[in-house]
């Protein structure tokens, strides 16, 4: 699965599939989390109010990465939108996953650091801490966007995880290795 070359209709598919990936694997549940593609200035993200594995193409939003003007869609886009856009605004081209996975999620309620793997040092370097600040927030939106990197794979404090990768393997693989990592801390408190 790869971002397709400036096809809104491409990027529209490529978020639904992620969002039933993400189901699949048990990485959210219900309602929680949200996915984007960015490629070439227009940003594909899930709509508000939809469970992950609920989504299809035709309810998935496109934006402009700079402005946040609704391009294709009639949902209204998840409530983190400012967050992906921050992300772009540094990275360019890429995938956002955020995610409420079992045990990133109680890592973050727990205030546990996630201690880093092989896997993930390899890929990653460092799991990034994002201090609290409300869900849907500009506050948050600048956070993530003042460590935004890619690849790079985050802690929201008392909220959950993000990943952001150049391609949606790369970012299901790491959305993967964070939630591995995330069990190891909590399982193996100091």
Do not use: Q
Request: aromatic content about 4%.
């Amino acid at each position: 699965m790869r971002v397709p070359e400036g096809s809104l209709a491409g990027l529209r598919r490529t978020v639904a599939r992620l969002c039933l990936e993400l189901h699949r694997r048990g990485l959210t549940a219900g309602g929680s989390g949200n996915v984007s593609a960015c490629r070439e200035g227009r940003v594909a993200v899930s709509p508000s109010g939809f469970r992950l594995a609920d989504v299809r193409p035709r309810h998935v939003t496109v934006v402009d990465a700079g402005s946040g003007e609704r391009l294709v869609g009639t949902r209204e886009p998840t409530s983190e939108l400012p967050m992906h856009l921050s992300v772009y605004e540094k990275v360019g081209d890429g995938v956002v996953l955020h995610f409420h996975s079992p045990w990133v999620t109680e890592a973050a309620h727990a205030l546990r650091k996630v201690r880093v793997t092989e896997g993930l040092r390899r890929s990653v370097g460092s799991v990034e801490w994002i201090e609290y600040h409300p869900p849907g927030s500009e506050e948050l939106a600048r956070a993530v966007g003042r460590v935004a990197r890619k690849p790079m794979a985050a802690v929201l404090e008392r909220h959950g995880g993000l990943v952001v990768g150049e391609n949606p393997m790369e970012a299901l693989s790491l959305a993967e290795a964070l939630e591995e990592a995330a069990r190891l801390s909590v399982r193996l408190r100091p």
